[in-house]
């Protein structure tokens, strides 16, 4: 349990000015079917590319560029992974890879490092991968592609080490800041998907109180768990206040959680735009949650495999769909209907 609110906090550590990502910087309840993505999902007028980019000048990154009618939308960007981390039951520790904020403090970690930063990517707009090899001996073969309703990602590690990794997961951290259509800092766009249908997360959420923009200077967190999830903090302490983990001692830099209620269906995000003419979804079959940033509107529907062991390869994967009009077609496909 500790381990996945530990991961939870590393993404509270985002700067609140300028999100997860500088722009001026280089098992759940249901299952997505590919056969399903057919026709009336087809991205239509928006148009997708990609670029390869770095996190704090070393990490992979990816800039998703949107235009819609020929106008620009702006970028999401992603850190490509922001995480990777497993238990490892034999050292009694969590292996973990993170891109920043590193708190030597941290117990129980097993850290691994690259090798060598930053990677060199490899594709063009359409698709573009990298290699990235660890001192612990395992190597990432990371990739996105874009496909007729949005984008694929996956990440295939080889687990060239004596440790089986169990709970093995990689975070892609999707941002909407700097896609002005997209951003949603007051959860008035946000959707979760319960009783196979869309509804607005912020109206899920127990208590919840938007506040204004310029109070918005730490995270706000909003996190909801498929029936089959395992939540790691009580209903009963919602919304949840934890210690920031750069600034243990600051009150005034805790983190604030909100669990929804009640389970979603299945681990989809969906954002519609300001002028409710397009949207994002973020999904993923192998998740039991999602969660959101407010405050520096990111998207997580993060997946996790239950082991890989020493000496073999397991890939991970999760989407992103770009839609026009409104969620009803997104519902259907995410629902099989």
């Known amino acids: 349990m500790r381990r996945t609110t530990t991961l939870l906090l590393i993404c509270a550590l985002i700067p609140a000015t300028a999100g997860c990502i ?13 056969n399903n993505m057919n026709e009336s999902t087809k991205t239509s007028s928006l148009e997708i590319s990609l670029k390869p980019y770095t996190f704090d000048e070393k ?9 819609r009618k020929g106008q620009d939308e702006g970028f999401l960007y992603v850190r490509f992974p922001e995480i990777i981390e497993a238990w490892v039951p034999s050292a009694g520790k969590s292996l973990k890879f993170y891109q920043d904020n590193r708190i030597p ?26 290699t990235m090899d660890f001192d612990n001996g395992m190597t990432l073969t990371s990739s996105a592609q874009v496909i007729e309703t949005g984008i694929i990602f996956k990440h295939k590690l080889y687990n060239n080490t004596s440790l089986d990794l169990n709970e093995l997961k990689k ?11 997209l951003h949603d800092p007051l959860m008035e766009r946000t959707h979760v998907l319960v009783d196979n249908k869309f509804k607005l997360i912020r109206q899920l959420v127990p208590e919840f109180k938007p506040w204004p923009l310029s109070e918005s200077t730490h995270p706000h967190f909003f ?10 903090y009580k209903e009963d302490d919602n919304p949840h206040t934890s210690p920031h983990p750069g600034y243990p001692d600051d009150p005034s830099k805790a983190i604030t959680t909100w669990q929804v209620i009640p389970p979603i269906n299945t681990a989809v995000l969906a954002t519609i735009s300001k002028d409710i003419n ?19 509107t990111c998207h997580h529907a993060d997946a996790a495999i239950d082991i890989c062991p020493a000496g073999e390869t397991r890939t991970i994967s999760n989407r992103i769909l770009l839609f026009e009009d409104n ?4 519902a259907q496909l995410i629902t099989n209907q």
């Open 22 to 34: 500088d722009k001026n910087k280089t098992n759940s309840a249901g299952k997505v079917k590919d």
């Open 59 to 67: 990490f992979p990154a990816l800039a998703i560029h949107i235009t």
């Open 105 to 130: 403090e941290w117990p129980a970690v097993l850290e691994c490092e690259p090798t060598k930063l930053p990677v060199q990517w490899q594709g063009d707009e359409k698709m573009l991968s990298y």
């Open 171 to 181: 975070w892609n951290c999707v941002q909407l800041t700097t896609a002005p259509n």
């Open 223 to 232: 996190r909801a768990y498929t029936a089959n999830g395992n939540r790691w």
């Open 278 to 296: 397009w949207g994002i979804a973020t999904y993923s079959n192998d998740s039991d949650s999602v969660f959101t940033n407010a405050t520096n």
């Open 327 to 330: 969620l009803s077609k997104i």
